[in-house]
């Protein structure tokens, strides 16, 4: 039996290091491809021969689009995963329930109200305040009605508000500039970012990573119930304040740079569930690589493909993870008594 | 030696008593039943004397009070296995009796052999040994009933806490829960359950409490609890009792109200 447990570790371990490995083929593509030189190994030999215009492209355009990438993949996809693991939820994503939507919505008003030019700080922390406030009322609303279904409907709500509020503000815009650039918001995109932006938003991110990654056994527990759950020792408020405030510091910091995209953190998880046997804990470090592997994916996709206008990242993962959302929505139903 | 010691519990759900000053004691190696109609009060009782509702009175747990003890040693000292439990994610058997391991694990490090050993004992014990690696949603209910036991049972407590453990189980099913929890109290701890079934109560454990709206209507064996005037007074029922080499057998059989319609 000791031989058992330990061939489920080693399978474990080697799961997150396939996904390292893809992750790092990702970056690398990510870095060496693009519109201005389709040939990596051209690119590769003008780095290493010192070709100034390769070395500024690749350091100052790709290089942010790639580590932001990776950043807010991991985000969303951690994030999906403990948000499931705490209200059981397989549909339980912070697109979905608008948890992104409303970090949106923090980062347009802080533009909107001119808060943003005051500091620099104002605008992801009212991203993260959008974001703690609606992962804090639908964790509330969990513990009083604990229907998968009535938590996705509460989602819906908080993501429709939040959307029309947006959309006011951009209503009232008052001029074309502020309004092309709190667009971003709604849909999303990875494009046009800097180094700054990347040190904007990690340290947020890297806090909720610690306090997302730390709940991995109580959520373990939480597949028993929650009496049964406290029974074991597992302290309810605690743990739940724990996922919200490390959702709302990973995905309010991810949606301030790159407005909200959704899908990731539903589709990441919900593809390694199987692989590691269904077990909360085992879910958050492989959902957060699948995660960041999944957006980098998209990204390159995006940047690669021979399009007039380049598309809008949110709104591809939307066409990716709308289809995963009604089937998922089908065999949750099913499930139901 | 006395396991559990609980003096004038009280609790109260939204302003209203839903159990009231109750005292009992469980020894080491005693299995002891809660019965009384829907709504008495057993399932609270028994939350609360797992520390999961706030009561008034004292628990003591090994002479040390519930109250005073930590979330870690608490979950130890007991182990509760909620009514009509189940598992949200179809773990495989062996995950799912590793998490009763939880209280003992040191934080970051992986099961130590003594608790590899603790979840080993408790799928022999169950006779799910070979369904280890099957995970949860392919077992039948039966089985499932038993891998969720097998998970208390890997607590280790001194104090086993169950709530309607036979419940939507069939009588082959019950009769083997019923076994592996006295088996369980006869290896020295001390085992107390919810239970609605009456013949079980009297065949299986070494005293019943019987509850009505939330009061003690009475305490001891099952010759003396399971009464007929006991029985009127809390279920409403009349039962046929009956022995069989040497066991009591208690059959509810009539409601009282058309009992009582029929002799006028």
Same mark, same amino acid.
């Given at each position: ?57 690749? %350091? ?70 959008? /974001? ?92 028993? *119930? ?10 309810? *408020? ?88 009604? @089937? %998922? ?9 | ?31 002891? /039943? ?31 009070? +519930? ?13 509760? +296995?909620? &009514? ?29 052999? /003594? ?38 049972? /890997? ?13 939507? +189980? ?27 079934? %009456? ?26 609890? +399971? ?13 046929? @009792? ?12 009539? &409601? ?9």
């Amino acid at each position: 039996m000791n031989d058992a447990a330990s061939a489920d570790r080693r399978r474990y371990r080697r799961l997150n290091l396939s996904l390292v490995a893809v992750l790092l083929g990702l970056s690398l593509a990510g870095l060496l491809l693009g519109p201005v030189s389709r040939n990596p190994w051209q690119t590769l030999i003008g780095l290493l021969g010192g070709d100034q215009r390769l070395v500024a492209i690749v %350091l100052e355009i790709r290089l942010p689009r790639v580590l932001l990438g990776l950043l807010v993949g991991a985000s969303l996809g951690l994030s999906g995963a403990a948000l499931q693991g705490l209200l059981r939820n397989p549909l339980a994503e912070p697109g979905i329930l608008g948890v992104s939507a409303s970090a949106g919505l923090g980062a347009v008003l802080a533009l909107y109200f001119g808060w943003a030019q005051v500091t620099l700080w104002a605008l992801p922390s009212f991203a993260l305040l959008g /974001a703690l406030l609606a992962t804090a009322f639908l964790a509330l609303l969990a513990i009083r009605d604990s229907s998968p279904l009535s938590l996705i409907l509460a989602g819906v709500a908080v993501s429709s508000l939040a959307v029309a509020l947006t959309s006011l503000a951009l209503n009232l815009a008052p001029n074309p500039l502020a309004l092309s650039e709190m667009v971003l918001w709604l849909l999303g995109s990875l494009r046009d970012r800097g180094l700054s932006d990347v040190a904007l938003a990690a340290p947020f991110m890297l806090i909720g990573w610690v306090l997302l990654l730390s709940v991995g056994r109580e959520l373990d527990a939480l597949t028993l *119930g929650e009496d049964a759950a406290r029974s074991l020792g597992v302290r309810l *408020g605690w743990l739940r304040a724990r996922v919200i405030g490390g959702t709302a510091l990973a995905v309010g910091a991810a949606t301030a740079v790159t407005g909200s995209v959704g899908f990731v953190g539903l589709i990441a998880p919900h593809l390694l569930r199987p692989w590691v046997g269904y077990q909360p804990s085992r879910v958050l470090l492989p959902g957060a690589l699948a995660g960041a592997a999944l957006l980098a994916a998209a990204d390159l996709g995006i940047r690669l493909l021979p399009t007039q206008q380049e598309l809008m990242l949110g709104v591809v993962t939307a066409l990716l993870g709308v289809p995963f959302f009604v @089937h %998922l929505l089908l065999r949750t139903r099913r499930a139901l008594p | 030696m006395i396991v559990l010691d609980g003096e004038q519990i009280s609790v109260a759900l939204a302003g209203r008593t839903v159990v009231n000053s109750i005292s009992f004691r469980a020894n080491a190696g005693q299995l002891i /039943a809660l019965l009384g109609p829907n709504g008495a009060g057993k399932s609270t009782l028994l939350a609360a004397l797992a520390g999961l509702r706030p009561f008034h009175g004292s628990v003591r747990v090994q002479g040390r009070l +519930l109250t005073r003890l930590n979330r870690r040693d608490k979950a130890r000292a007991l182990a509760y +296995l909620p &009514q009509g439990q189940t598992a949200h994610w179809p773990l495989t058997v062996r995950r799912l009796v590793e998490l009763g391991r939880l209280p003992h694990l040191a934080p970051w490090q992986p099961p130590a052999a /003594a608790d590899r050993l603790a979840v080993e004992t408790a799928l022999q014990r169950t006779g799910i040994g070979e369904l280890a690696d099957r995970p949860f949603d392919t077992l039948s209910g039966g089985e499932r009933a038993r891998v969720l036991l097998a998970r208390v049972l /890997a607590v280790e407590a001194p104090l086993l806490l169950a709530d309607e453990p036979v419940a939507s +189980l069939d009588p082959y099913q019950q009769l083997q829960v019923m076994e592996l929890l006295r088996d369980y109290a006869n290896s020295g701890a001390a085992v107390v359950i919810v239970l609605h079934d %009456l013949t079980l109560a009297a065949r299986f454990c070494d005293a019943l409490l019987l509850l009505r709206n939330g009061t003690l209507v009475a305490h001891g064996p099952a010759e003396m609890v +399971l009464s007929p005037e006991h029985l009127a007074a809390t279920y409403r029922v009349t039962a046929l @009792h009956g022995e069989h080499q040497g066991q009591p057998y208690v059959l509810p059989w009539r &409601q009282q109200t058309r009992d009582r319609g029929a002799a006028e």
